[in-house]
Every structure is written in structure tokens, then in C-alpha cells.
């Protein structure tokens, strides 16, 4: 079976693949993708594969546009990190929808529910809906992380911050613990209620109740101390200390 896989982060597409090999050694990936045009441009250059998995959420909008430019010929399952009820209106248009980070039961479901439609769906009301507006995004309400063999449930006011180290993305809890998440900081940025948390530059999202005090810097810029120690120096970018400034106001 081949597959197309519309993603923008490296480490789900990862994930995504592992776990295919895993459940069935014989699934090829046909194709790569992360943006909406070329999602469109592979589409149209090459033959439609059995089965695509399509991320909601990508860098350049939300996928469901590639519905609305043109006739996706192949069944999707689409995987998402916002909560299901967001995206109920858009259930019966395919295969099923993941929520992120991929569990692999969910994963076997999805393709045996795949294997017994094996069928093109219409995506007509889709594509209509991508025209109208955009799924509704609330703010995460906690998270779920694994590690190991073991998970642990995170609430938004036990993040002291959200930070990236080499290419991947953690959750610095107040004890100081960091656990891998799968999403990107712009993914989190995104998902995360903006009255506790602000970006305050790439590295880092800062939740409020975990600044410890406030420095000036050069260029009206600002250092933030937070508890736990970020081990760095975290400094406000230019271009966001203005926004930062009033979101401490309130």
C-alpha cells in the first residue's frame, strides 16, 4: 500500500512511519508534503495513492484548502492536535481523525476502518466549509505525554515553560522536569491560552506564574528570570517586547 503524508513537523512524520512499519512492514510512503501548494503540486504530478494521512495544521494554513483547490483522489485520515469536538463538522468526510501525539491502537483502527471502506470520499462539504471559515482552535486543556512505559497528565498551570533544544520541543514542569512533546513551539503558540502563556522569542513560551523577576536589557529589550532556571539567559526579542509589556499589564 502507498501512502502520501501531508506534514510540517519532522518528528510526526517520524513517528507516523514508525508506527506504519510497525502494524504493517508492506505500507510505502509515496510522498512527503508540509505546505498546502505542495500538497496540490504532488497531487497533481503523481498518481493518487491508496491512503494519505493529512495533518490539519500546517505552516502555510489549514489543509482542508487543498480540498477546496482541488479533487483529492484518495481516502484520508486526517490527524490533528485540537480537541475532536472542533472538528465534528468534518467527521463524515474521512476515514477517521487521529489526535496527536499518534497512538498506535488508534493508528491499527483507522486502518482496518480504512481497509473495510477502502473507497474515495466525497469531499465536496469539505472543501465548502474550508471556504467559510476555519476550525475552531480552544485552548489545550492539558497534556498527555508518555515517556518510557509511562504517561503523565500535565495542566496548563503546572507548565513552567514550553522551550525547544535542538530541534525538539519541551515541557519544563514547575518541579523542574522536561518531557518531549511532539508539537512544534508555533503549534503550542497557537493551542495555548494567550492570558497564561506568551512566546517570548524561538526558544521559548513562557507560562506568567513562573517569572521570577525582570531585567532590563540592551535595546529595550527584557530578561526574564523564571523558577525553575531556564539554565539560559531568556531575553525578549525586539519585535515582541512591546506585546510583552502589556500582556504582563493585563
Not at 514542569?173 to 497564561?196: F, M, Y
Request: hydrophobic share 45%; glycine share 4%; charged share 30%.
Amino acid at each position: 500500500m502507498n501512502i502520501l503524508i501531508v506534514e510540517d513537523e519532522s518528528a510526526a512524520v517520524k513517528r507516523l512511519q514508525k508506527l506504519l512499519a510497525e502494524i504493517d512492514p508492506a505500507i510505502r510512503t509515496a510522498g512527503i508534503t508540509d505546505t498546502i501548494a505542495g500538497t496540490v503540486a504532488w497531487l497533481e504530478a503523481n498518481e493518487a495513492p491508496d491512503l494519505a494521512f493529512f495533518d490539519v495544521q500546517l505552516a502555510d494554513g489549514d489543509s482542508f484548502q487543498v480540498f477546496a483547490k482541488m479533487a483529492v483522489g484518495c481516502p484520508v485520515i486526517f490527524t490533528t492536535a485540537y480537541d475532536a469536538h472542533a472538528l465534528k463538522a468534518f467527521k463524515v468526510n474521512a476515514i477517521d481523525y487521529l489526535l496527536k501525539p499518534l497512538k498506535r491502537e488508534d493508528l491499527v483502527e483507522a486502518l482496518e476502518r480504512f481497509g473495510k471502506v477502502r473507497a474515495v470520499r466525497d469531499h465536496s462539504a469539505l472543501a465548502h466549509k474550508a471556504e467559510q471559515e476555519k476550525p475552531i482552535a480552544t485552548p489545550i486543556k492539558r497534556f498527555l505525554i508518555r515517556y518510557g512505559e509511562h504517561f503523565r497528565v500535565v495542566e496548563p498551570d503546572g507548565i513552567a515553560y514550553i522551550h525547544s533544544l535542538e530541534k525538539n520541543t519541551f515541557l519544563r514542569t514547575k518541579e523542574g522536569r522536561d518531557l518531549l512533546l511532539d508539537e512544534s513551539l508555533d503549534r503550542l503558540e497557537k493551542q495555548l491560552d494567550p492570558e497564561k502563556f506568551f512566546r517570548i522569542n524561538r526558544q521559548v513560551i513562557v507560562q506568567f506564574h513562573s517569572i521570577k523577576e525582570l531585567l532590563a536589557y540592551s535595546k529595550s529589550r527584557v530578561k526574564v528570570i523564571m523558577e525553575p532556571p531556564y539554565g539560559e539567559d531568556a531575553i525578549v526579542s525586539s519585535e515582541r517586547s512591546a506585546e510583552f509589556k502589556r500582556w504582563l499589564a493585563g
